[in-house]
């Protein structure tokens, strides 16, 4: 027995009620089996989306022309979508046309794998016409029907397959790995806001190292060439026994499972199979690879269609991955010279970054750097107790002040309040109006 939720009972008993039938399905029947929490709850129904609309009081066209109606409960929306048969995929991505069907099984027949296919309701119970419970327990993932004729119609169901195999930790099944072997060329034609979404669901999913499944099975290869040059670059430096694609994954695998963090981890070194050399001794050296990943991983993530405000930090992040937290000593003011540099507001994001790395990196588990991790985390989080000033803008005068005190208007603000930042980031017992005041005077005079 499948628990649904009270509102997703109420659509299905509205529309028993009327002559009709109607079914949980698809991810939300597959998650409640395997005690996931469902992203949301889909309906499918024999109704007409005019007739759905009928029903219910407040409805949205969401995409009527493929049948789907959203119906809202109490400020929540449910998909709920008429049987359909999807016509002909001429370009592997959209069908040339849907057609409406009273028969459910037909519309189980159009969806991607075995574990998405089945549909729930009191009244019928569970609907397995392709043995999804079957895979599910075996822990499988498997086209509905024939492999290479389902990709066919959409490529990117050849994505979609290693992305639930990382989510659920299950393995592709064999005919459908040759499948997707074969037809992973074709992910050329999906656009880059579809592969995104699937991408991101892989890389924040418990398996980020099923991307070395994609790569293995040529997918990589045409959704993120990048990665393939990573796992083709050889490190052979004292600090990693990894090739650069395999130190990734660890990496990615060590931060917190955020789109942010995997993003992050995922492009910091990205520049390294660029910037490579060799010396006499057979070592190879990085040099410049932090700052050149900045640049490279936003040209990546503009061309996956990602958000500015991610793609931006990520890259600060990548610039400055390879930074040491105390590189100028263990003492409160190197950590707040650091946290000035990198910023207050990512400075957790790079500690994060910076432990996940060095954990990643060596056979011998925790390098130099981690007493000066462990040193700067305890100093990061006395600054923000204690809101200690990091940056111009926490000083305790503000431009304004200066001008009042007779400060030239100008770029000569902007470098008294940099020297003043300097004073307050030596002593921060300084960073009072009273005390500012007496050095911004000495400084107004010296400009
Ligand atoms: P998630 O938990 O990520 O939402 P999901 O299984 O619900 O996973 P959706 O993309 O929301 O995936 O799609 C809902 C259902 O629609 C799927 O379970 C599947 O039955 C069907 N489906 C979605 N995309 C495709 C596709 N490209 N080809 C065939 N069927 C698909
Ligand atoms: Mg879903």
């Not at 509102?7 to 998650?31: H, P, Q, T, W």
């Not at 005690?35 to 989306?49: G, H, K, N, V, Y």
């Not at 990382?166 to 060329?185: C, R, S, V, W, Y």
Request: with cysteine.
């Amino acid at each position: 027995k499948i628990n649904i939720p009270g509102s997703v009972k109420l659509i299905i008993d509205v529309l028993e009620n009327n002559g009709y039938e109607a079914f949980a399905v698809g991810g939300c029947v597959r998650d409640t089996i395997l005690d996931r929490e469902p992203q949301d709850w889909d309906i499918t129904t024999s109704a007409l989306p005019e007739q759905v609309k009928e029903l219910f009081n407040r409805t949205l066209d969401t995409g009527i022309q493929h049948g789907t109606v959203t119906v809202m409960i109490k400020h929540v929306g449910y998909e709920v979508t008429t049987y359909r048969i999807d016509g002909e995929y001429n370009d592997s991505r959209h069908p040339e046309s849907v057609e409406f069907t009273s028969n459910l099984i037909e519309d189980l027949k159009r969806r991607d794998f075995t574990i998405n296919a089945m549909a729930y309701n009191e009244r019928e119970g569970l609907v397995d016409a392709f043995d999804g419970i079957n895979d599910i327990n075996n822990k499988i993932i498997r086209c509905v029907g024939e492999p290479e004729e389902r990709f066919g119609e959409d490529a990117l169901r050849i994505l979609r397959a290693v992305r639930f195999s990382a989510q659920l930790g299950f393995d592709i099944d064999e005919k459908t790995m040759e499948a997707i072997k074969k037809l992973a060329p074709t992910l050329e034609n999906i656009s880059a806001e579809r592969i995104k979404t699937e991408l991101e669901k892989l890389i924040i999913s418990k398996n980020p190292c099923k991307l070395i499944t994609a790569y293995n099975a040529g997918i990589t290869k045409v959704i993120l060439p990048e990665f393939d040059a990573m796992m083709e670059c050889e490190q052979n430096t004292p600090y990693h026994m990894y090739n650069v694609g395999e130190h990734t994954i660890k990496v990615m695998e060590n931060v917190s499972a955020d789109k942010l963090m995997r993003w992050t981890a995922l492009f910091h070194d990205v520049a390294k199979p660029l910037v490579k050399t060799t010396d006499a001794n057979g070592r190879n050296h990085f040099k410049g690879h932090a700052l050149e990943g900045s640049k490279l991983a936003p040209q990546i993530m503009r061309r996956l269609k990602m958000d500015n405000k991610t793609i931006k930090t990520a890259s600060r992040l990548i610039e400055c991955h390879d930074d040491r937290p105390a590189s100028k000593g263990f003492n409160p003011e190197a950590i707040r010279r650091s946290v000035h540099k990198i910023g207050k507001d990512i400075y957790h994001n790079y500690l994060e970054l910076v432990y996940a790395d060095f954990m990643g990196k060596s056979k011998y588990g925790k390098d130099e750097g981690y007493d000066a991790y462990v040193y700067a985390c305890k100093q990061y989080e006395y600054i923000m107790e204690n809101n200690i000033c990091t940056s111009t803008k926490e000083l305790a005068i503000t431009g304004k002040d200066l001008i009042a005190l007779g400060c030239p208007l100008g770029e000569k603000i902007g470098r008294a309040l940099d020297e003043l930042l300097e004073i307050v980031l030596k002593e921060p017992e300084k960073n009072t109006k009273d005390k500012l005041y007496v050095e911004a005077e000495k400084i107004i005079k010296s400009l």
